[in-house]
């Protein structure tokens, strides 16, 4: 089980996702809930097409933190 960082950004009528580690793998949505369920699917179908291709999935990096500023 690998466990990707998505990054959701509010557009102008809607949300939309993408994670560092997989690049060109995006989703979006109406509201967060339905974007992360796209984003999800999404992965879930990038990391399937990689399978058949025989590319090694990618370790995954990508961190995320807030950073307080006063």
Do not use: W
């Amino acid at each position: 089980m690998k466990k990707f960082l998505i990054v959701i950004e509010k557009a102008k009528n809607n949300y939309s996702a993408y994670s560092p580690d997989l690049p060109g793998c995006v989703a979006a949505g109406k509201t967060v809930k339905e974007t992360e369920k796209n984003m999800y699917e999404a992965i879930e179908f990038h990391l399937e097409g990689l399978r058949e291709d025989k590319i090694p999935i990618p370790r995954p990096t990508a961190l995320a933190e807030y950073v307080l500023i006063q």
